[in-house]
């Protein structure tokens, strides 16, 4: 990961602006630049990840132009080589030095055609004028806020622009990009056509595009490792990725240390794949004493996001301490695309890919923001196979009609597309288990706990502050609550709202985000 930054005039002073800058250093400790442009001020948190010399170093500059960005860009050489014939000479072996000239030579066309996860900025100096942009599906975090004076401040998180401007922090569009004071959208996974109707072409298609997707972000000169759940999603990112690769590779795994669920089936899989495996245990005392420190990190008050970041906080921490790892595949958006436990109550087809479309939208919010931050605020980068953008479109033009749980196996299509050798079956077929209850049971109880220890009868009228969003509705949401305000005074509506299973379908109606409260979650997380 890196940090970038940029405000598009100087009516905030420049050593309050470079404090701000600062709070993301974690992004990037590798080197920094903050420096100012005629207009304003651009700086860049750089995390080393390809080319890893001083001379893929951020801005990169391109005739009068400047450009910062966090992102990978997969396929870059290709790109780059076609750049080179038409006689642009780069300076470094950075995938992000292609956007400048890709810029002169496309315009703004350019953001179409990148296969890539990045959040930029450039800066037009013949125009005089910025442009910001961020990947489709939004696993690039990207943020603006209006200032007092009507220009726009850019910045990789929320963090860096508290405190900037009393206006409402926002999150950047996925697949938009922002030019002569407008967002345009260049790109929606989600608006697709059916194109796939029949389940050996779904399968055949799942399995070639998310291999490949995969393998291009194995693509990395910083060493690589795989967070395993031992979960459907985690573990066939970590069975490819170990087939495509000559050496063994590295996966961690996190649970409680009295009831861990989920690391006896990340051992299976680990032996199963003959990996480099490390088990992490986290305590009660751990998760409650990181808390605060996780709030402040994701920008989130959601019950759901939070739960599941305690985890996955834990163990890049832990990772980031004990290990030269600097970047981590996971295996996020599975969920969204494929149905999760409470998809299974779909009224209809229809139902479910109209959820579908807007949790994918949405994703940035949520799961996506989780695997951003507690990597990043490590100091390593996170790549999402299940987000290649081919592979969603993919996935998003499938007939919902036979995504549906009709199977009694949910995510059916995935799992059935690699039958084989790939992983045990019992892994393969696992019920699903969400990420928060599979670290042990005991870590959302703890929580809970915690929480009743702080607030009597009255919490709602507590709560009643915070009315003004997504108002609390638990004594554990208010604690969440009100640590987030402690650090986003009044920017809640950075976030939707709560992620909970969709209240309008019948079984679903339920007041605790957690599948576990679900009729259906059957054998889950055993």
């Not at 080319?51 to 790109?79: D, H, T, W």
């Not at 795989?226 to 087939?243: K, P, Y």
């Amino acid at each position: 990961m890196c940090s970038i930054f940029c405000i598009t005039d100087k009516s905030v002073d420049k050593a309050v602006v470079e404090k701000a800058f600062d709070r993301t250093v974690s992004r990037g400790p590798d080197m920094t630049v903050f420096e100012e442009t005629s207009g304003g001020y651009i700086g860049f948190h750089r995390l080393a990840i390809m080319g890893l010399n001083a001379s893929g170093m951020q801005p990169f500059y391109y005739k009068n132009n400047i450009s910062v960005c966090n992102g990978e860009i997969y396929g870059f050489r290709k790109q780059r080589a076609e750049l080179e014939s038409k006689g642009y000479k780069f300076k470094s072996e950075s995938d992000c030095e292609i956007l400048l000239p890709m810029y002169e030579i496309y315009g703004l066309d350019m953001f179409r055609q990148l296969d890539a996860e990045f959040a930029c900025v450039i800066y037009d100096g013949e125009k005089d004028a910025y442009i910001a942009a961020r990947d489709p599906i939004g696993i690039r975090p990207l943020y603006y806020v209006v200032l007092k004076s009507g220009a726009i401040a850019f910045a990789s998180e929320p963090k860096n622009l508290v405190g900037l401007s009393d206006g409402q922090i926002l999150p950047f569009p996925p697949g938009h990009y922002y030019a002569d004071g407008k967002f345009v959208c260049f790109r929606d996974v989600t608006d697709v056509e059916t194109a796939v109707y029949d389940i050996e072409t779904a399968c055949a298609g799942i399995k070639e595009k998310l291999i490949a997707g995969i393998e291009k972000r194995l693509d990395a000169d910083a060493p690589l490792g795989f967070l395993l759940s031992g979960g459907l999603d985690s573990s066939l990112v970590c069975a490819v990725g170990q087939r495509l690769s000559k050496k063994k590779i590295r996966t961690f795994a996190v649970g409680m240390d009295k009831d861990a669920i989920d690391l006896k089936y990340a051992r299976q899989v680990a032996d199963y794949l003959g990996t480099d495996h490390t088990e992490i245990y986290m305590t009660r005392d751990e998760v409650v004493g990181a808390l605060d420190e996780v709030i402040k990190a994701l920008g989130t008050f959601d019950i759901t996001t939070i739960r599941a970041s305690m985890g996955m906080y834990l163990i890049c921490k832990k990772i980031r301490e004990t290990t030269n790892v600097k970047v981590l595949l996971t295996g996020e958006i599975s969920d969204e695309l494929f149905g999760y436990k409470y998809t299974d109550f779909a009224p209809s087809a229809a139902a479910f890919q109209a959820e579908s479309v807007k949790r994918v939208k949405e994703l940035n919010c949520y799961d996506v923001l989780r695997a951003d931050r507690c990597i990043s605020v490590n100091s390593m980068e996170a790549r999402v196979p299940f987000g290649d953008l081919d592979f969603a479109e993919f996935v998003m033009s499938i007939d919902p009609e036979i995504k549906l749980n009709k199977y009694n196996a949910g995510k059916y299509l995935l799992r059935r597309a690699f039958e084989g050798d790939y992983l045990p079956r019992e892994i393969l077929y696992r019920e699903k288990a969400a990420f928060s209850d599979a670290v042990g049971h005991s870590m959302v109880d703890d929580l809970k706990e915690y929480a009743e220890t702080l607030y009597g009868d009255d919490f709602l009228s507590a709560a009643e502050k915070y009315a003004y969003h997504a108002k609390p509705f638990t004594k554990e949401s208010l604690l969440y609550r009100e640590i987030f305000e402690k650090y986003y005074p009044m920017q809640a509506k950075m976030i939707p709202d709560f992620w909970m299973p969709n209240k309008s379908w019948k079984g679903c109606d339920v007041n605790d985000p957690s599948a576990r409260v679900l009729s259906n979650y059957g054998d889950s997380g055993k």
